[in-house]
């Protein structure tokens, strides 16, 4: 789901100068017995995104192995002088004269899947990337956060195959300078970390960007051949750095990393007896703005505490985890309740048949990788009258994708917000689509 246009206004270079971007903690670059794989889901997504980096790995002497999964056919789909295949080869040529410019020996391969189209064809590519990652220290991607489905497809495969392979994961931010506001929270900073660029390595993108002649210039001088990539928007790769989201590669999105949890503990936060935990679940139940509900659905049920108490409340209930121990602590919990299903699965690839007019998305969130899909399926999902719940620890973890902020920002996106609740430990927000008060709703006030 892209929920920007190319051509909508781009903030200012010096407004994200200005921003927390400043801040952020550098990195140094492979060294020469390290061996690098960048991924980019178009052409030029590996310039922009990470030309310094290759740049600077290339001249370390590090293995550079560029693979691009799409030829970018799908650029300009309104053009009146380039057909798709016209576009595809030109696209290839440009991104083999631009990484020429930023490391010749580096290798480049092109996948040729469908532009647009990338999350259809997951399981390919997450192949493709295997394979390549097999003999990579370094696995370079575009940000999952990207609101590109392309972009999302990407990082899950870079992902998952650092995690398999134990591999330094970082993701380059492209389309987020252009749609997030820099003095907000949308983007994950305490992930991010800057690679400063030598003069030779601004050098060296600057030569590469100008090799991707479509998408910065115009095709021609008719309607449909306009430029993709407008001045203000390629400001934001002229920096001295590159900024890169240090993604988790191991541990959460690896298999059986929650078993494994529950293997060491039946109650691994301590849901049942940390006063904290209660008095949160407490808060989450006290912020349902209706008495009852006809059918909610909570992923990541854990031992089933809220769901218990859900069932009291709602005439159906679904309730999913991933964790065996999971599972059958809280189908333990619902034993007396004929209609409640407690089932396995992982959103929000996952998701259970039908519509639902209350859904609970606690502490599950920032596991997700892509939260562009997991608030789509919610927007798909919930009911005309239906309610989202949210609620997520706002400090760091190691196992966390997102922050807190991050996943709320993506979650309420298409809501109107009717709660809201912020501490320093946790965040609580409820949104509906109509965003009509507790009191506007039971009649209280006309």
């Keep these: 789901m892209t929920t920007f246009r190319h051509d909508d206004t781009s903030p200012l270079e010096a407004d994200w100068l200005a921003s927390p971007l400043s801040d952020t903690e550098t990195i140094e670059p492979p060294s020469e017995t390290d061996r690098l794989l960048v991924l980019a889901a178009h052409p030029d997504d590996e310039t922009l995104g990470a030309g310094g980096l290759i740049a600077?790995?290339?001249?370390?002497?590090?293995l550079v192995t560029v693979v691009v999964a799409t030829d970018g056919e799908a650029s300009h789909p309104m053009s009146p002088t380039h057909s798709s295949e016209e576009l595809a080869r030109r696209r290839r040529s440009e991104v083999q004269d631009a990484v020429l410019r930023l490391?010749?020996?580096?290798?480049v391969h092109f996948l040729g899947l469908p532009d647009g189209h990338l999350a259809e064809f997951g399981e390919a590519l997450a192949a493709q990337v295997e394979y390549f990652a097999q003999t990579a220290t370094h696995?370079?991607?575009?940000?999952?956060?990207?609101?590109?489905?392309d972009h999302a497809a990407c990082a899950r495969a870079a992902t998952q195959a650092a995690g398999q392979h134990r591999l330094v994961c970082w993701q380059y931010p492209i389309w987020a300078w252009h749609w997030a506001d820099p003095a907000s929270d949308e983007l994950p900073w305490r992930s991010m970390r800057r690679l400063s660029l030598t003069a030779r390595d601004q050098l060296a993108k600057r030569r590469a960007i100008g090799c991707h002649v479509s998408q910065h210039s115009p095709l021609s001088d008719r309607p449909g051949d306009e430029p993709i990539i407008l001045p203000e928007m390629l400001a934001h790769f002229e920096r001295p750095?590159?900024?890169?989201?240090?993604?988790?590669?191991?541990?959460?999105?690896?298999?059986?990393?929650?078993?494994?949890?529950?293997?060491?503990?039946?109650?691994?936060?301590?849901l049942g007896t940390r006063f904290y935990e209660q008095r949160k679940r407490a808060l989450l139940l006290a912020s349902l703005p209706r008495a009852r509900f006809a059918r909610a659905f909570e992923p990541g049920c854990a031992t089933g505490l809220i769901t218990a108490q859900l069932a009291q409340r709602c005439d159906q209930v679904v309730a999913w985890d991933v964790a065996d121990s999971a599972l059958e602590q809280t189908a333990r919990r619902l034993a007396d309740a004929s209609h409640a299903r407690v089932e396995r699965g992982a959103i929000p690839e996952?998701?259970?048949?039908?519509?639902?007019?209350?859904?609970?998305?606690?502490e599950v969130g920032y596991y997700c990788t892509d939260l562009e899909l997991l608030a789509q399926r919610v927007w798909d999902k919930l009911t005309a009258d239906g309610v989202l719940v949210a609620c997520h620890w706002r400090h760091p973890a190691d196992?966390?994708?997102?922050?807190?902020?991050?996943?709320?920002?993506?979650?309420g996106r298409h809501h109107l917000r009717i709660v809201t609740h912020i501490e320093a430990d946790f965040r609580l927000e409820v949104w509906t689509r109509s965003g009509r008060s507790v009191a506007v709703e039971t009649g209280v006030v006309a």
Aim: negative net charge; proline residues 9%; hydrophobic residues 40%.
């Design 241 to 270: 750095f590159e900024t890169f989201v240090l993604a988790p590669v191991g541990d959460a999105i690896a298999p059986g990393y929650f078993d494994r949890l529950y293997a060491d503990s039946d109650d691994p936060w301590e």
């Design 350 to 362: 996952q998701w259970p048949e039908g519509e639902f007019d209350l859904l609970v998305i606690s």
């Design 139 to 149: 696995v370079v991607c575009p940000w999952e956060g990207d609101r590109h489905p």
């Design 399 to 411: 196992d966390h994708r997102h922050s807190a902020d991050a996943v709320h920002s993506a979650l």
């Design 56 to 62: 600077r790995a290339y001249e370390r002497g590090t």
């Design 103 to 107: 490391a010749p020996g580096a290798t």
